[in-house]
């Protein structure tokens, strides 16, 4: 049985306070940037504020057009004006505090639920809400919070000079990655009711070996960029090609659409830059140990190349400080994840239960979202 509580309400409305602030820190750096004449960094920080912002408009409107049964165009024309001012996501914060609320806190109440309906899918509209708001939210962490994140570290290690603005850049970065990888997984259990609750100290597991590991990488990448900035670029551009093939091969079927499937398939190509990304919901053992020991080799590589190439620059207090961070995170990382997928990674997909219930003529339109949309959006 599908439940919403009022941990979740208070946690969607955690996410939202953090979106509007997240929101107003990147135009407040981005303003002291080209007040300072830094004009390249200002623009990066709008071009991928401005990148995740479309790709998540895109994929909301296309969403809503795919919900709908029968579409009334008036609405639809409305919902598209809606997302071309890039407001979709407050649309979607607006349904999930409705049904969230009722669902936490008046589980006895009709509402917008009809009599003939089960009493309990006011929940389950909550949590489809919630789903999809938290796919949304993974996409924006991987296009736009974990390169502006990279961005302020080079900038901090490169020039020199430091601002409580990007201390806060920095932080909200990290606060923006921590939630949507969460509450990532929040949803991830609620779309599988044969695996046991996501509870706390798996929670924790999850997030330090998310965080952790993807703050060494970041920390890596920084130092490659400052050796070389192209070096750096390369070397993003090719395990961006390597994950899109990559997802290319596995026949991803996420979108209805063809130009919406690439599209997906160039953003999961993205995510693989930073983190792994399962796309089937399949065993991947090989391919996530191929995907970390490359990210060790590299990143000993990179640290060995300071120290035989680079001595003088590894005797300033920052590059040790930098060093000793991504290898203590990436240890760390690597036994968090361990220990994850030892002992709380979900390996109960809903692929059977999916299988029985369209057997039993259970199936329909209305599941969708948890049967359909999340099962092919399985991040692990």
Not at 32 to 61: A, M, P, T
Not at 195 to 218: A, G, M, N, P, R
Request: with cysteine; charged share 15%.
């Amino acid at each position: 049985m599908m439940k919403f509580p009022k941990q979740n309400f208070i946690f969607l409305v955690g996410g939202i306070v953090i979106h509007v602030v997240d929101v107003g820190v990147d135009f407040w750096v981005a303003s002291k940037y080209f007040c300072e004449g830094q004009y390249c960094w200002s623009i990066l920080i709008l071009c991928f504020r401005g990148l995740s912002s479309v790709v998540i408009q895109l994929f909301s409107y296309e969403w809503f057009k795919n919900d709908c049964e029968n579409p009334n165009p008036e609405k639809l024309k409305w919902i598209f004006l809606v997302h071309f001012f890039h407001c979709g996501i407050f649309i979607r914060y607006w349904f999930a505090l409705k049904y969230g609320y009722q669902a936490a806190f008046k589980p006895n109440s009709n509402g917008d639920v009809s009599e003939t309906e089960d009493p309990n899918s006011i929940h389950k509209q909550a949590i489809d809400i919630m789903t999809d708001i938290c796919m949304l939210k993974v996409f924006k962490t991987f296009l736009e919070s974990t390169p502006q994140l990279f961005i302020q570290i080079y900038i901090l290690m490169d020039h020199d000079t430091n601002s409580f603005c990007q201390y806060a850049a920095i932080i909200l970065s990290f606060c923006g990655i921590s939630y949507s990888t969460v509450d990532y997984q929040i949803s991830l259990r609620k779309s599988l009711p044969a695996k046991d609750e996501f509870h706390v100290l798996s929670k924790l597991v999850y997030l330090f070996y998310k965080l952790l590991t993807i703050t060494s990488w970041i920390l890596s990448i920084s130092l490659i960029a400052l050796l070389s900035v192209r070096s750096s670029v390369f070397l993003l551009i090719l395990l961006w090609s390597c994950g899109f093939c990559w997802t290319l091969k596995q026949h991803t079927t996420f979108c209805k659409s063809k130009v919406m499937e690439y599209l997906y398939r160039t953003v999961v190509g993205i995510i693989l830059i930073f983190t792994f990304f399962n796309i089937k919901g399949t065993k991947t053992k090989v391919c996530i140990s191929i995907y970390y020991a490359t990210h060790i080799l590299l990143t000993l590589g990179v640290l060995f190349i300071y120290l035989f190439w680079k001595p003088s620059f590894t005797k300033e207090i920052h590059f040790t400080i930098v060093g000793i961070l991504t290898i203590v995170s990436l240890v760390l990382g690597i036994i968090f994840l361990l220990v994850y997928y030892r002992h709380f990674h979900p390996t109960v997909y809903c692929r059977q239960q999916t299988c029985s219930d369209e057997a039993d003529g259970e199936s329909g339109e209305k599941d969708r979202v948890e049967v359909g949309r999340f099962q092919n959006f399985v991040m692990q």
